[in-house]
């Protein structure tokens, strides 16, 4: 995510409540190493275990009754339900083939979607911009969320839509005034976020506030998989990239994080209660397309495609509103 600030960068000294903390280690880690996915099966939203990345699905749903259809319920079972999804997905009991399915995103109907912005270095540099002092906090509304797969929408009344490849968190126990050294215990995992931007609507209507050019429908792609926090022990250095038509336009690792996820945990719980399934957007690296010489935006047939290391990739096409 970007600033549209243009001033003169200069050496940043991190706060105390930002300072870069290195990964804890995770009690029983190789216990809950999955890839959790919702999906549709003949019409009906269901959850449940990826055996791989783009492989069949272990249907937790139908498995037991005690799984839920969506996954902020079940996150909010708690780490007993991981176990129990953990104990179905090695029994292959209820295994539905991919191609019998429809990938939805992980993560729909979240009480929160919160955003980070302008928290990589890399990107800072790009538009010459200073480091934040603090994080830098907006949202978008859970409408504008979609799957991988979906098409993203170009709305009417903006000519200037831009992508975003991000690393999202995903909350799985409910707090507070979290502190930085607990803010694991309160994630659930990491999934890929194409924070799709009208850069007109965010950058010069609307009093230049954020909010309505980052939350237009179809603004939110997640997916393909929420990948546990045990799968990704150092969320910290993982590549991850932008495509447009198979083109690269970012290319960056999460190490140029300003503020490391447990640090921008710490700084949003001061305000708001963080929920299981709320999403946690952690911004952007440089390549978009707004301070390219000339800018470049989407448009109707382009495709995107957003990677990251560790948790695979989701691909969106573009097409006009039609209204």
């Keep these: 995510m970007l600033s549209y600030l243009r001033t003169r960068h200069f050496l940043h000294v991190f706060p105390a409540q930002a300072a870069v903390i290195l990964p804890r280690s995770i009690s029983n880690s190789s216990s809950l190493n999955m890839r959790l ?49 953990k104990r179905c997905a090695e029994e292959k009991s209820t295994i539905v083939s991919r ?29 010459n911009a200073p480091l934040p002092e603090e994080p830098l906090i907006f949202s978008k509304f859970p409408s504008s969320i979609i799957g991988n797969g979906d098409p993203i929408v170009i709305p009417k009344i903006s000519n200037a839509v831009d ?36 850069r007109d609507w965010q950058m010069q209507r609307n009093g230049k506030q954020w909010l309505l050019g980052k939350t237009f429908d179809t603004f939110c792609p997640l997916g393909p ?38 640090a921008c945990i710490e700084w949003i719980s001061q305000f708001v209660t963080l ?18 010489d000339p800018p470049v935006y989407l448009k109707p047939g382009d495709e995107v495609t957003c990677e990251i290391e560790g948790i695979g990739s989701i691909t969106n096409p573009v097409i006009a509103e039609d209204v």
Excluded at 108 to 119: A, D, F
Excluded at 236 to 253: A, E, R, T, V
């Design 225 to 262: 998989a929420l990948v546990t926090k045990e799968s990704l022990p150092n969320p910290h250095k993982l590549g991850l990239k932008c495509l447009l038509n198979n083109y690269p336009m970012q290319d960056s690792c999460t190490e140029q994080l300003v503020f490391k996820t447990e």
């Design 275 to 292: 929920e299981p399934g709320d999403v946690i957007l952690t911004g952007t690296p440089p390549g978009v397309g707004v301070f390219k």
């Design 99 to 127: 191609n019998a399915i429809k990938i939805l995103s992980p993560i729909t109907k979240p009480e929160k979607v919160i955003c980070v912005g302008l928290n990589y270095k890399d990107h800072c540099e790009e538009q």
């Design 37 to 85: 996915v919702q999906f549709q099966l003949q019409g009906s939203q269901k959850i449940g275990v990826e055996l791989k990345n783009g492989g069949d699905i272990v249907n937790l749903t139908d498995a037991d009754s005690k799984f839920p259809n969506n996954m902020v319920s079940f996150l909010q079972g708690g780490e007993s339900l991981l176990n129990e999804a």
């Design 163 to 198: 992508w975003e490849v991000e690393l999202a968190v995903v909350i799985g126990k409910r707090g507070k005034h979290i502190k930085a050294e607990n803010a694991l215990d309160h994630v659930a995992g990491y999934t890929i976020a194409h924070d799709v931007s009208a």
